[in-house]
């Protein structure tokens, strides 16, 4: 299938193509392929197709749905997709003006991908690609058959253009956030002596879902235990309960961690979560439009360094978006294997950031806070707020 649309009803590229092209001006960079599902997504003005949303693999193939761009030339744009997708263009059109539904297997994707290089006559051009989202099947398909073309890395142009978060992208992370809190509030109300850690995971799986959210994880731990897996293990009385859990709502992730505790907190876990929010309102303190990124890490690091729960406490803080780990990059290899490149660049109104402090007390367990921050001209605005101190469980 090769299908324009019709002139005259040539659709609003959904994404700043200006900044776009000014990115791959400065990396060098002709044409796009994208090749992941979050990047054509983003593209794509937001959609995603249903029956791949959980899998990629089909047959002896997988899906891999290509979005080319060229630099100045939205109307050069295509979108190859798989067959099935012709339906959804016909009940809400993409915006790219060529489309090619009609692919089953990387194979097809990549060949009509070099036959739209080609019919554009880009095929000697400097062709931005995702490395770790590009098959190498399909990598050597197209390189082999564009020659002439010298291949870039355009993961980090793509990361930059996601970073300014639209207000119809801030309005999904936030409903996202506040549903997941919501969710977990819920369920460890539910929980009582002797519920199990599978137990716990399946009802906020059910109360995510009916929220309209798309579970992905709970990282659940009971008692003194760090060990955040699934398993059998039974809540008592007097324990606490961490849950930390990822969300999506429309492809936007949300991801928090609350705590519990079945009866009341005494004193020391009153004084516990106490500290690790004291860490939180450091970091929050240095977050505005314009502060270097690495302000707020360098303040909660500060104020827990001071903290009596320092040995057994850490800090972090990363952005998040489309996926769990996304520009602004605060911190190097912390926990995630990346450069800390944004720590001394300004944050910028619209980034997101997920702000955790986490205890690994060894005897009371596992006692966390992980936070969601929009970045606002004067500040911050907090997604999923709710929830922050000791949640009762068996109420």
């Not at 030339?73 to 016909?90: F, L």
């Not at 850690?197 to 309209?212: F, Y």
């Amino acid at each position: 299938m090769n299908d324009q649309t019709a002139a005259g009803e040539r659709l609003a590229v959904p994404f700043d193509a200006e900044r776009l092209d000014r990115l791959m001006d400065e990396a060098g960079i002709d044409v796009l392929l994208t090749t992941s599902k979050h990047n054509a997504q983003y593209l794509l003005g937001g959609y995603r197709f249903i029956f791949f949303v959980a899998m990629d693999a089909i047959g002896h193939s997988r899906y891999l749905p290509i979005v080319a761009y060229e630099k100045g030339r939205p109307d050069h744009s295509a979108y190859i997709a798989n067959r099935m997708e012709g339906g959804e263009h016909a009940n809400r059109p993409f915006w790219p003006p060529t489309l090619h539904a009609s692919c089953w297997n990387t194979a097809e994707a990549s060949d009509l991908a070099v036959a739209h290089v080609k019919k554009i006559g880009k095929e000697n051009a400097r062709i931005g690609i995702e490395p770790g989202f590009m098959p190498i099947d399909a990598y050597h398909r197209i390189t082999s058959n564009l020659k002439g073309a010298t291949f870039v890395d355009a993961t980090g142009v793509l990361e930059r253009l996601r970073a300014i978060k639209s207000p119809s992208e801030l309005a999904k992370l936030k409903h996202a956030s506040e549903m997941i809190t919501d969710a977990m509030q819920a369920t460890i109300s539910v929980a009582r002596e002797g519920s199990t850690k599978a137990e716990i995971i399946e009802h906020l799986r059910r109360e995510e879902t009916n929220r309209g959210l798309h579970f992905e994880y709970c990282l659940l731990t009971l008692g003194g235990s760090h060990n955040r897996a699934s398993s059998d293990q039974a809540w008592n009385p007097g324990e606490v309960l961490s849950i930390d859990s990822g969300g999506n709502y429309e492809g936007y992730i949300g991801d928090l961690c609350r705590m519990g505790v079945l009866g009341e907190p005494d004193a020391e876990l009153e004084d516990l979560l106490g500290e690790v929010e004291a860490v939180q309102q450091a970091a929050f303190a240095e977050v505005k439009a314009g502060a270097a990124g690495g302000a707020l890490v360098i303040a909660g690091q500060e104020r827990l360094k001071s903290s009596p729960v320092a040995q057994y406490t850490d800090f972090f803080a990363h952005g998040m978006g489309l996926i769990s780990h996304e520009v602004p990059f605060l911190m190097t290899n912390h926990p995630v294997t990346y450069e800390g490149v944004d720590a001394a660049r300004p944050l910028e109104a619209g980034m997101v950031l997920s702000v955790e402090t986490t205890m690994l007390h060894p005897a009371r367990g596992f006692i966390k806070l992980e936070d969601t921050l929009a970045v606002t001209a004067d500040g911050y605005e907090m997604f999923g707020e709710r929830g922050r101190g000791w949640n009762r469980g068996g109420s």
